[in-house]
């Protein structure tokens, strides 16, 4: 089915650009507007801007080393 | 196996790098010196998905060559069974 795989393309391709821009606004425009513009409710706290990346990234480093670990696991119970 | 190593070693000889240039420099140290290297991860991650996700967009599927291919496998099928070894899978 090309549709479906068109349909997930398109959507992996727009969450990507939009978390790309959403990231860039926040860390690199956003420091250098002033600071009662309006535009700062859309986006948390700076501090975040560090966190939420460094959070998911372990998140996911550990997921995929569970993952593997069970992979492996499963492989060598098999052979024995 | 080698590979990760490898991998494993950029990345540690690319940290050490800009540590030793945090340390040398005079940015005033605290949280945002992070900013930037992570910045630049994130980038690359949305880099990759995006060329996943075109990538997919993008891919052929060649109608014909399937049709011919599914003509391929019966015509071997066949040729097969009349010869007497065991085909069945369908």
Same mark, same amino acid.
Request: with cysteine.
């Given at each position: 089915?090309?549709?479906?795989?068109?349909?997930?393309?398109?959507?992996?391709?727009?969450?990507?650009?939009?978390?790309?821009?959403?990231?860039?606004?926040?860390?690199?425009?956003?420091?250098?507007?002033?600071?009662?513009?309006?535009?700062?409710?859309?986006?948390?706290?700076?501090?975040?801007?560090?966190?939420?990346?460094?959070?998911?990234?372990?998140?996911?480093?550990?997921?995929?080393?569970?993952?593997?670990?069970?992979?492996?696991?499963k492989s060598k119970k098999?052979?024995? | 196996?080698?590979?990760?190593?490898?991998?494993?070693s950029l990345l540690l000889?690319?940290?050490?790098?800009?540590?030793? %240039?945090?340390?040398?420099?005079?940015?005033?140290?605290?949280?945002?010196?992070?900013?930037?290297?992570?910045?630049?991860?994130?980038?690359?991650?949305?880099?990759?998905?995006?060329?996943?996700?075109?990538? %997919?967009?993008?891919?052929?599927?060649?109608?014909?060559?399937?049709?011919l291919l599914q003509h391929?496998?019966?015509?071997?099928?066949?040729?097969?069974?009349?010869?007497?070894?065991?085909?069945?899978?369908?």
């Amino acid at each position: 089915m090309e549709l479906a795989d068109r349909a997930v393309g398109l959507l992996l391709s727009s969450i990507s650009l939009s978390i790309f821009t959403y990231y860039t606004f926040w860390v690199i425009i956003l420091p250098f507007v002033d600071s009662d513009h309006f535009i700062h409710k859309y986006f948390l706290p700076q501090d975040y801007a560090i966190l939420v990346p460094v959070f998911s990234g372990v998140t996911l480093l550990s997921l995929l080393s569970v993952f593997i670990g069970m992979v492996m696991l499963k492989s060598k119970k098999k052979k024995a | 196996m080698k590979h990760i190593v490898k991998i494993l070693s950029l990345l540690l000889a690319v940290s050490a790098f800009w540590i030793g %240039l945090l340390q040398a420099a005079i940015i005033h140290p605290g949280y945002n010196t992070w900013l930037l290297p992570i910045y630049f991860v994130v980038s690359l991650g949305c880099y990759g998905l995006l060329m996943v996700g075109l990538g %997919l967009m993008q891919f052929p599927t060649c109608p014909q060559e399937a049709l011919l291919l599914q003509h391929d496998i019966a015509e071997a099928k066949d040729f097969f069974k009349h010869k007497g070894v065991d085909v069945g899978s369908d």
